[in-house]
């Protein structure tokens, strides 16, 4: 699945952002979706993820209740709803296909990501 993200960019800390990801695959509305970070100087990890059909949701502990992710099959969208945003939620987000199985170290497909900066 080839997906493009876009929304990131600088604010305050305790301000929000609503990052997108667009989907070209017809396939979009079967996946379980997830978004991930890569910090600076950190490894990737996993921030959030959905059901393919939008009803079942999982967040790190460090964004629950700050952060909601959704899922628009009908537009093959995904978003992520950050509120409360603090600085060491700085980092490159990505949305990709969640497969639980692997770590996130093994995907092979990344796009391009957005750069969030968080500024207090």
């Known amino acids: 699945v080839q997906v493009a993200e876009s929304g990131g960019g600088s604010v305050q800390a305790g301000g929000s952002l609503t990052l997108s990801c667009a989907a070209s695959?017809?396939?979009?509305?079967?996946?379980?979706m997830a978004w991930f970070r890569q910090p600076p100087g950190k490894e990737r990890e996993l921030v959030a993820a959905?059901?393919?059909?939008?009803?079942?949701?999982d967040y790190a502990a460090s964004v629950e209740g700050r952060f909601t992710i959704s899922k628009e099959n009908e537009k093959n969208m995904l978003y992520l709803q950050m509120n409360s945003l603090k600085p060491e939620d700085t980092a490159v987000y990505y949305c990709?296909?969640?497969?639980?199985?692997?770590?996130?170290?093994?995907?092979?497909?990344w796009g391009q990501g957005t750069q969030v900066t968080v500024v207090s």
């Open positions: 990709n296909v969640y497969y639980p199985e692997y770590n996130v170290h093994e995907y092979d497909s």
């Open positions: 959905i059901t393919w059909d939008g009803g079942q949701t």
């Open positions: 695959d017809e396939s979009f509305s079967r996946l379980t």
